[in-house]
């Protein structure tokens, strides 16, 4: 594989993608196919060789941008999507329009063009999960972790069109023998990731002498991966998985958000309990934890980044060290989720 397009190369998880693609394999040419809306950023890309890495600005349900571009290359990582939950609640349209519309339109060109093609997706495609604390055997049963057999069931607009694109990918391999793969993954942290996001919004909050916020009572679990892990799974995927697989990603990192909420004020020195309840987001899901055995036993591939208080401790030091990256934004995203007394 030596040249691939990486749709949402300049997002939180396709730029960290793309920085693990160039520091462990040099010779891959990358093309990162990106339309740059809010959550994408051109310095997310910076430092990077130039001679390997080529951002093309523009939408992936552009038909014949994107078939232009997969006739020059070898393999599509897709990760570009409309991401926030929260958004989507407030309008659904450009969800559609991108997760749907947009893997339409790529793997349409895979096809025509016999290309491989990955899928990246999320673990919300299944809906969520009861609490450890209401289940028999403690989130360890039958059932009890998300597999690449449970049923989907979605909760939002967002997780909707997700699991409607993931759809599609199965059934154009089935179908038409696209030579596709498809991962879920949990939530993902680290570096790049947009301040409307909980993790790096409790910090930018912070930093900025702003109370964080927790919503409702806070007992939602995530399962969270750091994002370097979710890259090396993604080669590992792309590059050792077998064709029309589904592999679930995860680093068995549940923690629950109030959990996350005072690690977080434990590392930057402030009292515990110093943030402020606002209103849940509607139909929150509950619990979200990843069985990713297939993943580790087929591809051989582990997790590094095991130890979240330690990799929570560097991505605030990396909020603190790129203070230009977020600060101008800050006021408007704060203004946004205020109006909905978030
Ligand atoms: N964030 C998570 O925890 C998580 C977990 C599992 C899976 N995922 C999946 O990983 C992928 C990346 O997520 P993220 O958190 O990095 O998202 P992000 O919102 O940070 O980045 C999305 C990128 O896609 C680009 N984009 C949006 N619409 C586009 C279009 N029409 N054409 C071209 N580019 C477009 C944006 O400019 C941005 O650079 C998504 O598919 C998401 O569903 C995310």
């Given at each position: 594989m030596k040249k691939i397009i990486v749709t949402g190369g300049a997002g939180f998880i396709g730029s960290n993608f793309v920085h693990y693609v160039v520091k462990h394999h040099p010779e891959v040419q990358v093309t990162v196919l990106d339309k740059l809306t809010y959550a994408g950023n051109r310095a997310n890309l910076?430092?990077?060789?130039?001679?390997?890495?080529?951002?093309?600005?523009?939408?992936?349900?552009?038909?014949?941008?994107?078939?232009?571009?997969?006739?020059?290359?070898?393999?599509?990582?897709?990760?570009?999507?409309?991401?926030?939950?929260?958004?989507?609640?407030?309008d659904p349209f450009p969800f559609v329009q991108t997760n749907i519309i947009g893997t339409y339109t790529l793997i349409e060109a895979?096809?025509?063009?016999?290309?491989?093609?990955?899928?990246?997706?999320?673990?919300?495609?299944?809906?969520?999960?009861?609490?450890?604390?209401?289940?028999?055997?403690?989130?360890?049963g039958e059932g009890e972790k998300f597999?690449?057999?449970?049923?989907?069931?979605?909760?939002?607009?967002?997780?909707?069109?997700?699991?409607?694109s993931d759809l599609l990918v199965k059934?154009?391999?089935?179908?038409?023998?696209?030579?596709?793969?498809?991962?879920?993954?949990?939530?993902?942290?680290g570096p790049y990731q947009h301040i409307e996001k909980f993790i790096p919004r409790q910090i930018t909050n912070?930093?900025?002498?702003?109370?964080?916020?927790?919503?409702?009572?806070?007992?939602?679990?995530?399962?969270?991966?750091?994002?370097?892990?979710?890259?090396?799974?993604?080669?590992?995927?792309?590059t050792k998985g077998k064709i029309g697989e589904t592999y679930l990603i995860g680093a068995d990192g549940e923690e629950d958000n109030k959990s996350v909420m005072e690690l977080i004020l434990e590392l930057m020195d402030q009292p515990n309990d110093a943030y402020d309840h606002v209103n849940d987001r509607p139909g929150h899901d509950l619990r979200y934890a990843i069985d990713s055995t297939k993943l580790r036993q087929e591809l051989d591939w582990k997790p590094e980044f095991t130890n979240f208080r330690d990799g929570l401790a560097d991505t605030i030091r990396w909020y603190k060290d790129n203070r230009?990256?977020?600060?101008?934004?800050?006021?408007?995203?704060?203004?946004?989720?205020?109006?909905?007394?978030?």
């Open positions: 910076a430092g990077l060789p130039e001679e390997q890495v080529k951002l093309v600005v523009g939408d992936i349900a552009d038909a014949k941008l994107v078939n232009e571009l997969v006739q020059e290359t070898d393999a599509v990582v897709h990760y570009a999507a409309e991401s926030h939950n929260d958004n989507s609640l407030k895979c096809r025509k063009n016999d290309v491989r093609y990955h899928h990246v997706s999320t673990d919300e495609v299944y809906g969520d999960l009861p609490l450890r604390e209401d289940l028999p055997g403690h989130g360890e597999t690449d057999q449970t049923p989907y069931n979605p909760s939002s607009p967002y997780s909707s069109t997700k699991a409607g059934a154009w391999v089935r179908s038409f023998n696209l030579q596709a793969t498809i991962s879920n993954c949990s939530n993902n942290y912070v930093l900025s002498g702003i109370r964080p916020k927790l919503y409702g009572d806070g007992k939602n679990v995530r399962d969270w991966i750091h994002t370097n892990d979710h890259s090396s799974a993604v080669w590992a995927i792309l230009d990256w977020w600060e101008a934004e800050k006021q408007a995203v704060e203004a946004n989720y205020a109006k909905n007394g978030q």
